[in-house]
Every structure is written in C-alpha cells, then in structure tokens.
C-alpha cells in the first residue's frame, strides 16, 4: 500500500512471503495521520524482505489481533537476521522555505500616473519586494504496533520488532498474554492490563528506550539466582 487505504480485519496466516527490500507479507509506507488502519488475525510465519521487515514494514499504526486465540510470529527474517515486524517512524527534522515580503503599490498608467477608482482615489496592487527565509519544523511520525489479545488471547514472539530508534511504539493490550521471546529494539513500550512472559529458561537483557507499565499487568521472567 503506498496512499490512503484502509486494510481491515484480515484474518488468515502470512506465511513464507517474499519481498526483495521491505516487508515480506505486508509493505505499508503511508505515514501517520493519512487514514490508515491495518488489522491481521492470524500467524506470520516464515517471510523474508531483503532489507527490513522480514513480515511487516509500517510507516504508520498496526494493529494485531489474537482475538480468544493464540497467534504465532516465527522464522521470519529480513537482511538475513531475525526480524518480523519493522516501524518506519520518523524524527523531527526541518526545512527551510522562502516566504515572499509583498508590499501595496500604486497602480500607474503609461504616464507612470496614478490610476483612480470610480471615486477618484488611487487604485493599488501587492507586489513582491523580496523573500524571507524561515525555517518550518516538520513534526515526528511515531507509528504504533498494536498486541492485542481479547478474550484471552496470546501472541507467541519469536523475532524481532525492530525501528527507527525511539519513533516506535509497542503497545501490549486487551488482557491476554505477550509471549516474547525475541528483543524489541529500540522501540518505546507499554503493557497495558496485560501478562508478558519471558520464560523459555533463557537469561536475555531486554533493551527497550522506553518501559510503562499500566492497569493490572503482570510479567513471568526467568531469573538467575546465584
């Protein structure tokens, strides 16, 4: 998808896709702000992009569902390493634009004398002078992927999330279980009312830029106790 679209309620597995730059199953470059909702219910398993997104590459909000069920995310890759879901989010820049500084001139005939209205008064016109440069702030584009499990629902991760450095968010809602297993790099989280599980008898450093914890959440991990 590259303009306003709506993709809605997609229910079905994405399985062993191919793309040869960005977002093996699912390519979606429209920013935040255009009227773009992606829903998928279903597994992703074994898609391949060349450069990210091994299942999804998103420029704008995800939404995943694993509505009374469990879905899986699994042997996805992009690059040649691990990596299901990417989100193109982008930072605050600025550019700048020439502004033009107008003025009122009197309209002159042939003569170079004023020309007069109905009433005798002279008549004017805008005219440019000159330009102004001003420097225009283009805000940041922070997309959101949506885990949501409803119902008791559960998201079993296997790869990774990855993005554009702290212009992502990871929001894990609805009640169920985030089964993740895999990092979320760079990416600003938060569980919402909702169980992570870490536990695959494995000690792994999770490095997110940002971790909130909301409502009634709850979190299983392993633990090295020496």
């Known amino acids: 998808n590259t303009g306003r679209a709506l993709l809605n309620n997609v229910q079905g597995d994405f399985i062993s896709n191919t793309a040869g730059k960005n977002g093996g199953a699912i390519y979606n470059d429209s920013v935040k702000g255009d009227t773009v909702t992606v829903n998928i219910d279903g597994n992703l398993l074994n898609n391949t992009a060349g450069e990210h997104g091994g299942a999804i590459y998103s420029a704008s909000d995800i939404n995943l569902n694993a509505n009374g069920h469990k879905n899986i995310i699994k042997g996805n890759t992009a690059g040649g390493a691990q990596e299901a879901v990417y989100m193109a989010g982008v930072p605050e ?11 009122q001139q009197p309209i002159l005939d042939e003569n170079q004398q004023p020309v007069l209205d109905e009433n005798n008064n002279p008549t004017y016109q805008e005219v440019i002078t000159g330009y102004d440069t001003q420097t225009v702030v283009d805000p940041a584009v922070i997309p959101n992927l949506n885990l949501k499990t409803d119902n008791g ?7 990774q999330i990855n993005g554009t450095d702290a212009h992502f968010n990871v929001n894990m809602t609805g009640g169920g279980t985030v089964s993740l297993f895999n990092d979320i790099n760079g990416g600003n989280v938060t569980l919402d009312a909702t169980k992570l599980n870490t536990v695959n008898n494995k000690i792994h450093t999770y490095n997110v830029n940002e971790f909130t914890v909301k409502g009634d959440s709850s979190m299983a991990v392993d633990v090295d106790i020496k």
């Open 93 to 103: 820049s600025s550019h700048e634009v020439q502004v033009p500084i107008t003025e």
């Open 153 to 159: 629902g559960e998201w079993e991760i296997h790869d």
